[in-house]
């Protein structure tokens, strides 16, 4: 029922910049929680960043003043600005939202793919 859809991935050089957006088929105010995940090659999923209603903001070490993840709720949207791209971050970016009144994590999107590469 809920359609949540990843766009922007691509192939850059290391240092290059990537918007990641994910718009979703609700509306944001009946979701308390963004997260991107990402699955790199040969690795499980990982949490890369998470921003949940009221401003909070989490991030894993690796991406930590390189990566900025956003919500624009009036356009049922949410970012993950990636800069200065290290071949590391390659992988699949997942976006995930968390309805409010859940605890997980339940509507997915398919994923966008990331290649960081000379």
């Known amino acids: 029922q809920v359609q949540v859809m990843e766009s922007g991935g691509g192939s850059v050089q290391p240092g290059g910049s990537l918007r990641l957006s994910c718009v979703a088929s609700?509306?944001?105010?009946?979701?308390?929680?963004v997260a991107w995940y990402r699955r790199a090659p040969g690795k499980q999923r990982e949490l890369v960043a998470a921003?949940?209603?009221?401003?909070?903001?989490d991030y894993i070490d690796s991406v930590k003043g390189r990566f900025t993840i956003s919500r624009d709720d009036a356009k049922n949207t949410a970012y993950l600005q990636m800069n200065g791209l290290k071949p590391e971050d390659t992988g699949v970016y997942y976006c995930?939202?968390?309805?409010?009144?859940?605890?997980?994590?339940?509507?997915w999107g398919q994923g966008t793919p990331v290649t960081v590469s000379s």
């Open positions: 995930a939202l968390r309805p409010i009144f859940r605890t997980t994590f339940d509507h």
């Open positions: 609700l509306t944001f105010r009946d979701i308390n929680a």
């Open positions: 921003t949940i209603r009221g401003g909070n903001t």
